[in-house]
């Protein structure tokens, strides 16, 4: 079974540009969550698409957002780069329910970098 | 690689001891709590789970315990092994929460032969 692929690996933009990622679940998993990894952060939670639909968001400016696709695969996008936007984008595919959590597997991530 | 953090507190073992690594979670009402291994340059791992209706769980030389008097939360690895070497999280959830975690800061696992 093929795990969580994330799209590009490495990403490198100017301040002010925007950016798409792209995450491609675990077959059959219908829940998407997005992560953002920095050294002095840590893991922070972007928001989580379930059956394309966000229904958990955390504490990011507007800038960040999301969708997801009929077939679960999700892309997340940030306008108006900034240089602290520079980080490890991380997707987590999760079976999903309407009931609780479920167990959530990460992809590679994929590495902005703004200049 | 990339390093996932450059100050995270660092547990030292010797091959063949077991190690434990130990997480306060913030939430009271947190009912799912698992653990991740991070290897550098590497997406987070999934190791082991525990929700709050249990104490302790158990795996392949994993044991996770659950305190929830104290929130606190710990893996034990047995018999810790060169491959080990890496940062792990805990990170906790709640019903109501879906798959939102809330990650700790992290701590590396370094085994020394």
């Known amino acids: 079974k093929a795990g969580v692929t994330q799209t590009p690996r490495y990403l490198i933009k100017t301040r002010g540009q925007q950016v798409t990622l792209s995450c491609s679940p675990i077959s059959g998993h219908r829940s998407v969550s997005w992560y953002q990894q920095t050294p002095g952060q840590g893991l922070q939670f972007l928001f989580e698409y379930f059956s394309e639909t966000q229904r958990n968001k955390g504490n990011f400016p507007g800038r960040f957002s999301g969708r997801q696709f009929s077939n679960s695969r999700s892309e997340m996008n940030v306008s108006t780069l900034e240089l602290g936007d520079s980080a490890l984008y991380l997707c987590?595919?999760?079976?999903?329910?309407?009931?609780?959590?479920?167990?959530?597997?990460f992809g590679q991530g994929t590495r902005l970098t703004v200049v | 690689g990339e390093s996932v953090g450059l100050h995270l507190p660092t547990l030292s073992v010797q091959e063949g001891d077991n190690s434990i690594i130990n997480c306060a979670y913030s939430n009271s009402a947190s009912d799912y709590f698992i653990w991740y291994k991070q290897e550098s340059g590497k997406g987070p791992q999934f190791i082991i789970d525990?929700?709050?209706?249990?104490d302790k769980r158990q795996g392949q030389r994993v044991t996770v315990l659950l305190n929830k008097t104290v929130k606190h939360l710990s893996l034990q690895i047995a018999a810790t092994q060169p491959g080990d070497s890496a940062v792990y999280f805990c990170?906790?959830?709640?019903?109501?929460?879906?798959?939102?975690?809330?990650f700790g800061a992290g701590t590396r696992l370094a085994v020394h032969p």
């Open positions: 990170a906790e959830s709640r019903s109501g929460g879906y798959n939102k975690l809330i």
């Open positions: 987590a595919s999760s079976f999903g329910s309407t009931a609780g959590v479920t167990e959530a597997f």
């Open positions: 525990i929700r709050s209706n249990m």
